[in-house]
T-cell receptor, first 111, second 117 residues
Framework: DQQVKQNSPSLSVQEGRISILNCDYT??????FLWYKKYPAEGPTFLIS?????DKNEDGRFTVFLNKSAKHLSLHIVPSQPGDSAVYFC??????????FGTGTRLTVIP | GAVVSQHPSWVICKSGTSVKIECRSL??????MFWYRQFPKQSLMLMAT?????????EQGVEKDKFLINHASLTLSTLTVTSAHPEDSSFYIC?????????????FGDGTRLSIL
């Protein structure tokens, strides 16, 4: 049972434009959400997180939006750069419980 | 930032061999470390949670006698795949969480590609 879903396996965006990566979840107990970036043959790197008490968190070019009623979160990258090309995983947890990961979205930023 | 070192990065060995993978937190203390497994084009699947000084907690369907986990110190956890077979071939990733609390993000190692011939 996939509690965290990323329905788009891939996304291509022109350099300089906005990248929007989406994530849906089913467990209403999730209260902390994270985005990780992963290059091939490397472990995921933490990017940005958001608590369920917020609906937006911004860090430089990265902004995460949370819509609790829709059980949906998104990661916005603007402007997109070729170095952003990677697989992006969203993850969620409830309290002290373990992280649940989505299946990832491969972002390709075209120069 | 927090660094997690995982070693080795790549292992190729014969069926029946036992393989040990090390996971170290280099600049922070980690009371909790996690072991994941990733199949191609799939998500990271949690195998077990390792707490320093106590027995690991295994996820459903993960054989604890097959995947031995030891978390002997606040900076080191090891995963031993015992009597590995071709179906154990996968990408194994560890992560560690700083001792400060559950809201700290997990930091991941670079993973170990295990190939059993």
């Amino acid at each position: 049972d996939q509690q965290v879903k990323q329905n788009s396996p891939s996304l291509s965006v022109q350099e300089g434009r906005i990248s929007i990566l989406n994530c849906d979840y089913t467990n209403s107990m999730f209260d902390y959400f994270l985005w990780y970036k992963k290059y091939p043959a490397e472990g995921p790197t933490f990017l940005i997180s958001i608590s369920s008490i917020k609906d937006k968190n911004e860090d430089g070019r990265f902004t995460v939006f949370l819509n609790k009623s829709a059980k949906h979160l998104s990661l916005h990258i603007v402007p997109s750069q070729p170095g952003d090309s990677a697989v992006y995983f969203c993850a969620a947890k409830a309290g002290a419980n373990n992280l649940f990961f989505g299946t990832g979205t491969r972002l390709t930023v075209i120069p | 930032g927090a660094v997690v070192s995982q070693h080795p990065s790549w292992v190729i060995c014969k069926s029946g061999t036992s393989v040990k993978i090390e996971c170290r937190s280099l600049d922070f203390q980690a009371t909790t470390m996690f072991w994941y497994r990733q199949f191609p084009k799939q998500s990271l699947m949690l195998m077990a949670t390792s707490n320093e000084g106590s027995k690991a907690t295994y996820e459903q369907g993960v054989e604890k006698d097959k995947f031995l986990i030891n978390h002997a110190s606040l900076t080191l956890s090891t995963l031993t795949v015992t009597s590995a077979h071709p179906e154990d071939s996968s990408f194994y990733i560890c992560s560690a969480r700083e001792a400060l609390g559950q809201r700290q993000p997990q930091h991941f190692g670079d993973g170990t590609r295990l190939s059993i011939l």
